[in-house]
């Protein structure tokens, strides 16, 4: 869509992800308004997290008891599930397992299953024969697993084209491959970089990886660093003669927000088993692959970040630099595939075309990673910083939380 002239519209929402969209579609659900402009810098949708991520609708397992994911994880990924569900998208609906690859890290089955049940989640506990039964070649350190029965599997492209697809049906306007704008607060408009100027009643920022610095010129979150860590994938080969036929986890360390190499089955019976993501520092918000977009000065503030975390292990840091921090090496994420199926070999994988990164933020007060959502006021403005895994499963349950923590603020023309 292009613009002539000078615009306005009650809502304009930075970013064209997940949780950008379903803001819209709640705004246009809620009937708030109909007047909405989604600003997208990218030519198409898809291109970032929303478009890269695993496509688990997680079952809200893994949350802090009345954290912000933990409020919206279980009903978003009910939601998202149905809205899938309704439109015949792909979904495979084939449940979690989540094992423990160390006997010390048995407990923490426990912890989850409290967790989950606590934030409305179905758990089970399984002994060995349950857990042989299902995945036959999958390995528990204690013979114990933990069965999320309501974990899905959803292609996540195909869900951002098709909201994208109803929202413009909606009358929600779309303006794509938008770089260089400016943000006039103080006015309540958008300069574009054609000089276009769009005023807005309330503006919700919703850029992800680049959300912090959307922020700034509102005055937001300042004490923000985003540390991004990227997520390459690896696949089983469509020879390998294991196949789990659902999601295997690993027990996750509860200290970072990672949750450790995983198998995730595709949403579509043709496509293969997936092995990652990795967690492991990128050298620029959107460094992709080799030398793309890398950004040095960004890369060498956070390597310094990250040494001081290893050396004051604050929230027992050290231990995801040992585990975690290295898997995008070959023989690491083998061995750590290993801890989960034991058989699985070198010649059964292959490197995936997959990778995305993750928008993680440092907060320098607490000098820890910032484990939850944040959705934060400014001028005529929210701003959703640090939209980390589960944003995608949630995003229709965060949208209705955060406006309704808008809802005050909603100035709206
Ligand atoms: C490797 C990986 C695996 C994951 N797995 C899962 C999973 O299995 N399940 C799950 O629930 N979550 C998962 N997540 C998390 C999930 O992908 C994100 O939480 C979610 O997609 C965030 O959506 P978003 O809309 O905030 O961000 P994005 O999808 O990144 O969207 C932000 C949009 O803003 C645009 N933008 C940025 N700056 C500007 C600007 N200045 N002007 C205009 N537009 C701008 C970008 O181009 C982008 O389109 C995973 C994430 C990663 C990285």
């Not at 934030?119 to 528990?140: C, H, K, M, T, Y």
């Not at 408009?189 to 922020?215: E, I, K, M, P, S």
């Not at 949403?267 to 793309?292: C, D, H, K, M």
Request: glycine content about 8%; proline content about 7%.
């Amino acid at each position: 869509m292009r613009l002539i002239g000078d615009h306005s519209c009650d809502v304009i929402i930075i970013g064209g992800g997940m949780v950008g969209l379903s803001l819209a579609h709640q705004l246009l659900e809620r009937k708030i308004t109909r007047s909405i402009m989604v600003l997208e810098k990218e030519p198409e949708l898809g291109r970032h997290s929303s478009g890269r991520n695993s496509g688990v609708l997680h079952a809200g397992i893994y949350y802090k008891p009345g954290s912000l994911k933990a409020r919206v994880c279980v009903a978003g990924g009910r939601r998202l599930r149905a809205w899938v569900e309704e439109r015949g998208l792909p979904l495979n609906p084939c449940g979690k397992v989540i094992v423990p690859p160390r006997l010390d890290l048995d407990s923490q089955l426990d912890v989850l299953a409290e967790r989950g049940l606590a934030n409305g989640a179905v758990v089970e506990l399984w002994d060995e024969s349950n857990l042989r039964q299902f995945i036959p070649e999958a390995r528990s350190a204690s013979g114990r697993a933990l069965w999320s029965p309501n974990t899905a599997v959803v292609k996540p492209v195909t869900v951002v084209q098709r909201l994208q697809q109803e929202l413009e049906e909606r009358g929600v306007r779309f303006l794509c491959a938008q770089q260089g704008w400016t943000a006039k607060p103080e006015q309540q408009h958008l300069l574009l970089a054609d000089g276009t100027a769009l005023h807005y009643g309330h503006l919700f920022n919703c850029a992800g990886l680049q959300a912090d610095r959307v922020a700034r010129p509102f005055g937001v979150g300042h004490q923000y660093t985003l540390l991004p860590f990227k997520g390459i994938y690896w696949q089983l080969k469509q020879s390998c003669p294991i196949q789990p036929r659902c999601n295997l986890y690993p027990v996750p360390d509860l200290n970072v927000p990672f949750l450790g190499v995983h198998f995730t089955p595709s949403a579509e019976s043709t496509a293969l088993v997936s092995i990652g993501p990795t967690a492991t520092p990128a050298w620029g918000r959107e460094n992709y692959r080799g030398l793309q977009a890398l950004e040095l000065n960004m890369a060498a503030a956070n390597l310094a970040v990250l040494t001081r975390q290893y050396f004051a292990n604050r929230g027992g840091f050290r231990r995801y630099v040992h585990e975690q921090a290295f898997l995008a090496l070959p023989p690491l994420l083998l061995r750590a595939a290993q801890q989960l199926i034991p058989t699985i070999r070198a010649e059964h994988l292959e490197l995936s075309s997959k990778v995305g990164i993750r928008s993680q933020l440092f907060n320098q007060s607490t000098q820890r990673l910032e484990d939850d959502f944040l959705c934060l006021p400014g001028p005529a403005s929210t701003h959703v910083l640090n939209a980390i895994s589960p944003a995608f499963t949630a995003s229709f349950a965060l949208a209705d939380l955060i406006l309704e923590q808008a809802s005050p603020e909603l100035n709206l023309r």
